[in-house]
């Protein structure tokens, strides 16, 4: 079964970079995307970056733009979200989750379209 293992998350003062990174297992689609979302306490969970992993699109929101970047290591079925800048609003539960398609995907950032989900891993920014 797929299954999507995050890593990296902790703690760091407003300003610091961290490295998040997601590993999938088990999809078998012949196409498929990989979205990082966040829960912040007391919130609802927002979409924050996306990677068509056939072609290296991407997509950000516009909360993160020119400060999160996402990347694939296709050979690890890996992929990563670099936090740089980080301000305490960034506070939250990161969570992966992968996106199948038959066809390559025109459309990969629509939040409903991600059935696979990662555990999350926290991410505190205070000093």
């Known amino acids: 079964q797929v299954q999507l293992v995050e890593s990296g998350g902790g703690l760091v003062q407003p300003g610091g970079s961290l490295r998040l990174s997601c590993a999938a297992s088990g999809i078998l689609a012949p196409y498929y995307a990989i979205g990082w979302f966040r829960q912040a306490p007391g919130k609802e969970r927002e979409g924050v970056s996306y990677?068509?992993?056939?072609?290296?699109?991407?997509y950000y929101e516009d909360l993160v733009k020119g400060r999160f970047t996402i990347s694939r290591a296709n050979a690890k079925n890996t992929v990563y979200l670099d936090l740089d800048t980080l301000k305490p609003e960034d506070t939250a539960v990161y969570y992966c989750?992968?996106?199948?398609?038959?066809?390559?995907?025109?459309?990969?950032?629509?939040?409903?379209?991600?059935?696979?989900w990662g555990q999350g891993t926290r991410v505190t920014v205070s000093s």
């Open positions: 989750a992968a996106a199948t398609f038959l066809e390559a995907p025109t459309n990969f950032v629509s939040g409903y379209l991600y059935d696979y």
């Open positions: 990677i068509s992993i056939s072609d290296g699109r991407t």
